[in-house]
């Protein structure tokens, strides 16, 4: 229907009803919503917009849901006209560049069982190398300053050191170094003796020979580090040995109970001496190359030789 010049006072009339819904320009190129005024909107010209309705319940509102409700205001209910309707677009949304909403990069933080075992593993070879002095008495806040951590993964492995033997706990002042005399050497040697000896020949009386060579990697590990003069890396590829072979017998307590009884051990002093502390541990990873070979061939008094002179030297 063409309009007329009475349209203007209508609209005019329309827009006095409503003093606080006031006329404000459009921004340029602004559109007004399909079906406000059918008679401008189908005309394409610039018309006031409207602010969206409230949201109820996290529901959204389509302009076509807007022009659906009656105007109980006005009177009167919008129709929205066929010719001007606009249709819902039922793609989904463009995903949104990845820039914009791209969350953190979260690094991933040292475990707290892996901070204690590098802690565990320092202070041990402070230990062997006399770094750490028997009788003295050191503070974890004192040793987390100079191995450049907290305090509290110190204070873990100084309590496992305790339960070794290796520091004794001083109330309100830190750990004491333990003095290991000859006397506690020679209870520990015979301790080892008693445990290791006959469990390894017996499981030598029905291990197949070829079964031994399984444990030549860590002979030859032994000896590779002895060779450096590393007593803390040889305390660990010694230690490695002895539970790979004392694995054999299939007897896991034996296991656990013999490294703590070696571990309690390898803390007698180190010749002063750096070719001296070679030539120490080089002469002790050559008995478990002997040793396998003893046992490929069961030669039993052999085997029994040469692992009493081994845990008692």
């Not at 005399?181 to 000896?197: F, M, P, Q, T, Y």
């Not at 006959?198 to 009386?205: I, K």
């Not at 008094?301 to 081994?310: G, I, N, S």
Request: aromatic share 2%; proline share 10%.
């Amino acid at each position: 229907m063409e309009q007329t010049a009475a349209d203007a006072p209508v609209r005019a009339g329309r827009a006095a009803l409503h003093p606080h819904r006031p006329h404000r320009p459009a921004p340029a190129g602004e559109q007004h919503p399909a079906g406000a005024d059918d008679d401008q909107g189908a005309r394409g010209e610039h018309v006031h917009s409207e602010p969206p309705p409230p949201q109820i319940g996290g529901g959204t509102r389509t302009p076509a849901d807007t022009r659906r409700e009656p105007d109980e205001r006005a009177g009167t209910a919008q129709v929205p006209d066929s010719r001007t309707a606009q249709v819902p677009d039922s793609r989904p949304p463009a995903e949104s560049s990845p820039g914009r909403h791209r969350r953190p990069r979260q690094t991933k933080q040292p475990e707290r069982h892996s901070v204690r075992a590098q802690v565990l593993a320092a202070l041990r070879e402070a230990l062997l190398s006399g770094e750490l002095a028997p009788g003295e008495v050191y503070s974890a806040p004192a040793l987390a300053e100079s191995l450049g951590v907290s305090a509290t993964p110190v204070r873990e492995a100084m309590q496992r050191l305790v339960c070794e033997g290796a520091v004794e706990t001083v109330p309100n002042r830190g750990f004491r170094i333990a003095v290991c005399s000859d006397r506690d050497l020679a209870e520990l040697a015979e301790i080892r003796v008693l445990l290791e000896i006959p469990s390894v020949l017996e499981t030598a009386r029905t291990m197949p020979p070829e079964c031994w060579e399984s444990l030549r990697p860590y002979a030859d590990e032994t000896l590779a580090v002895a060779d450096l003069g590393d007593r803390a890396a040889y305390a660990d590829a010694d230690c490695a040995f002895h539970c790979a072979l004392l694995e054999l017998t299939g007897n896991r307590q034996l296991v656990a109970i013999a490294a703590d009884i070696q571990r309690r051990a390898q803390r007698r002093p180190a010749p002063t001496a750096p070719s001296l502390r070679t030539q120490e541990l080089v002469r002790d990873a050559s008995d478990h190359m002997a040793l396998l070979d003893a046992l490929r061939t069961r030669d039993l008094t052999t085997v029994e030789r040469l692992m009493r002179a081994h845990v008692t030297a």
